[in-house]
């Protein structure tokens, strides 16, 4: 697998069906899949997470998740051609665990939006096994969700607590977990559940579903601004790193 750097955050230059041809390899034996997804959001605000740079840096798959990512790798000459999205990399995850018969686990959201992601996953994919759920707001302690997961032997683990929280947690107990496949999915599970409508078809296919989502929930509203600064940021460590 080929990889570029983009303000020392790797970025693998990989597609949807390499990351599905993969599966197989991980689920067959006990080697741990992680699935990561790298953005702007991450590249900007990963500087002030040395553990989560570490994290990304010893992850399997750094998928290069946003437009801003693809954009920066055309101007700097890489290889990087097309977005991976986070979202649309978990439904290819959960049409495999579908066709397959595979185990998941869901954690993260609040309590009503992970209960109303797991009936429609079940209703979308009948086939697979939901382990058990787990919702970001629990009462348990760090420990008590890994060893409620380590019981439900879930071939796929996806964690919905957000940036940075949902890597911080992956980074101190990914090691810890019986898992072979693990993915961060963010808000994934607000618009699986329904409580959050999906971008329409067009903001998908010219890969603005970011700009979308900004635009109609304030609290990523920031990620507007973060696009340019992280364009000039990434252009401008290229240069440096050229003359180091």
């Given at each position: 697998?080929?990889?570029?750097?983009?303000?020392?955050?790797?970025?693998?230059?990989?597609?949807y069906d390499d990351v599905i041809d993969d599966l197989a390899n991980y689920l067959q034996t006990d080697k741990k899949m992680s699935a990561i997804s790298?953005?702007?959001?991450?590249?900007?605000?990963?500087?002030?997470?040395?553990?989560?740079?570490?994290?990304?840096?010893?992850?399997?798959?750094?998928?290069?998740?946003?437009?801003?990512?693809?954009?920066?790798?055309?101007?700097?000459?890489g290889q990087i051609k097309e977005?991976?999205?986070?979202?649309?990399?978990?439904?290819?995850?959960?049409?495999?665990?579908?066709a397959y018969k595979k185990s998941i686990f869901l954690y993260g959201a609040k309590p009503q939006v992970v209960t109303d992601a797991a009936k429609q996953i079940k209703k979308d994919y009948p086939n697979l096994i939901l382990s058990d759920k787990i919702d970001g707001y629990t009462n348990l302690s760090e420990e008590e969700v890994v060893e409620r997961i380590n019981r439900a032997k879930?071939?796929?683990?996806?964690?919905?607590?957000?940036?940075?929280?949902?890597?911080?947690?992956?980074?101190?107990?990914?090691?810890?977990?019986?898992?072979?496949?693990f993915q961060d999915v963010g808000g994934s599970f607000d618009v699986l559940s329904g409580h959050v409508k999906r971008a329409p078809q067009f903001f998908i296919d010219t890969h603005l579903e970011w700009l979308y989502r900004s635009l109609t929930d304030r609290k990523r509203f920031?990620?507007?601004?973060?696009l340019p600064v992280f364009v000039i940021k990434s252009l401008f460590w290229k240069v440096r790193t050229k003359d180091d």
């Open positions: 697998m080929t990889t570029e750097k983009i303000m020392d955050f790797p970025v693998d230059i990989i597609n790298v953005n702007p959001q991450i590249i900007i605000e990963g500087q002030n997470y040395p553990e989560i740079q570490e994290f990304v840096k010893e992850s399997t798959h750094r998928i290069p998740d946003g437009i801003g990512i693809v954009l920066v790798s055309k101007l700097t000459g977005r991976v999205a986070g979202i649309e990399l978990m439904f290819r995850f959960l049409d495999y665990a579908n879930p071939d796929f683990l996806f964690v919905a607590l957000g940036f940075p929280k949902q890597e911080e947690w992956l980074a101190r107990n990914i090691e810890r977990l019986d898992v072979s496949v920031k990620r507007i601004l973060q």
